[in-house]
């Protein structure tokens, strides 16, 4: 269950998670964009205030996670960690059309290690990030899978015998093809989405619309009303 956004003294305003990793440089460029100047984040800082918004950045994995138990009252993260931590308490708001990707089923190009075990098991040993998505897709597609789950290297698990195959993420295809593995399915796909605290919703509603509409403003090739928000300062 959400709870309200506690005080915080050192933070005026909203306070927005905001992602480090894939889409870190997409989100301080929207955020340059919107006026904000991000220098100090660009120089590792890890919380940067300005008048009317606080920023703070972390894990993609933990902007759901501070947004529902409303340490942050906005953050902005992929649908694929909305989609795999799909119990959390949060509004999706906004998608920003940025960091657009493909989660995929893939296995080693040339064969059908997939079929092979399923028609010989009767199930499919996948290793993944995102186990919660992977069952649940096998699940609507009426399949048996073993969900192996990984934190990282998970494009190296078919070779080295872990698993048959593999759900990730996919931009380009590039590191899947380095690895030697073919997209067989295509079961999403992914971008930045602006989530927000459901109790902020209510009672900061006046200032959270008002940045969800400068937001849509630059998304949509505009101008954010309002004009620049000066400088911050990092905390």
Known sequence: MSSAPGERSSL???VLAIPRGALFQETLALLDRLGYDTDSIRKNERRLLFPELGIVTMRPSDVPTYVEHGAADLGITGKDVICEQ?????YELLDLG????RMVLAAASGSDALGESLRRLGRMRVATKYPRTTREYFARTGRHVEVVEVKGSVEIAPRCGLADGIVDLTATGRTL???GLQVVEEIATSTARLIANPVAHKLKARALDEF??????VVNGGAPPGGRSGEGSPR
């Open 212 to 217: 969800v509409e400068r937001v849509k403003a």
């Open 12 to 14: 005026a305003g909203l």
């Open 86 to 90: 799909s119990d959390r308490d949060v």
């Open 177 to 179: 093809a380095e690895n």
């Open 98 to 101: 940025y960091g657009r990707c």
